[in-house]
T-cell receptor, first 114, second 114 residues
Framework: DTGVSQDPRHKITKRGQNVTFRCDPI?????LYWYRQTLGQGPEFLTY????????KSRLLSDRFSAERPKGSFSTLEIQRTEQGDSAMYLC????????????FGSGTQLSVL | GQQLNQSPQSMFIQEGEDVSMNCTSS?????WLWYKQEPGEGPVLLIA?????ELTSNGRLTAQFGITRKDSFLNISASIPSDVGIYFC??????????????FGKGTLLTVNP
């Protein structure tokens, strides 16, 4: 399977703990995106990388959130001092440079903060 | 942030029936996309539309990009049980958003009774 891969699929943590998620995009896709989805809502944009450069961050991404894509391949999203409001599905997507609007999503990481 | 209005919120139909759902916005978009999401999975791209007035089919699915660029519809003909899921519209570019990130509607939940 050469689709977008996310790990872990599920994460349960206690409030105040730090969590880190990983995304492996489709190989050779230059663009990588993180979205967040809560129950009953569509995905909401968090941040976007073109190769290793983080080009935009949403206002939804508080200073407790940090994303990296160090070598322009996989990406990590870290949430520090988690809060119950952080509970959501975190989706990663990638797209090739030529068709930037066709995003291919991974299966997501479902985060539950207790 | 910018939201797309999707209707209906949910549909419960009998197998074999045709389905129609739509998406409207107060802003124009350059691209409209339709995704399907099943429980515990990420959205899967169904159809992408690039030009106002464009009508595109993918098997039993047909979608159109509205002439005003502010709306789109998706039709599913002869529904089958595996069509069950949440259908999301998404817009990209134009006055409604940036050229590289998608704005999603809240989804239409489709249930098909065998």
């Amino acid at each position: 399977d050469t689709g977008v891969s996310q790990d872990p699929r599920h994460k349960i943590t206690k409030r105040g703990q730090n969590v880190t998620f990983r995304c492996d995009p489709i190989s050779e896709h230059n663009r990588l995106y993180w979205y967040r989805q809560t129950l009953g809502q569509g995905p909401e944009f968090l941040t976007y990388f073109q190769n290793e450069a983080q080009l935009e961050k949403s206002r939804l991404l508080s200073d407790r959130f940090s994303a990296e894509r160090p070598k322009g391949s996989f990406s990590t999203l870290e949430i520090q001092r988690t809060e119950q409001g952080d509970s959501a599905m975190y989706l990663c997507a990638s797209s090739p440079l030529s068709t930037n609007e066709k995003l291919f999503f991974g299966s997501g990481t479902q985060l539950s903060v207790l | 942030g910018q939201q797309l209005n999707q209707s209906p919120q949910s549909m419960f139909i009998q197998e074999g029936e045709d389905v129609s759902m739509n998406c409207t916005s107060s802003s124009i978009f350059n691209t409209w996309l339709w995704y399907k999401q099943e429980p515990g999975e990420g959205p899967v791209l169904l159809i992408a539309l690039y030009k106002a007035g464009e009508l595109t089919s993918n098997g039993r699915l047909t979608a159109q990009f509205g002439i005003t660029r502010k709306d789109s519809f998706l039709n599913i003909s002869a529904s089958i049980p595996s069509d069950v899921g949440i259908y999301f519209c998404a817009g990209e570019g134009g006055s409604g958003g940036s050229n590289y990130k998608l704005t999603f509607g809240k989804g239409t939940l489709l249930t098909v009774n065998p």
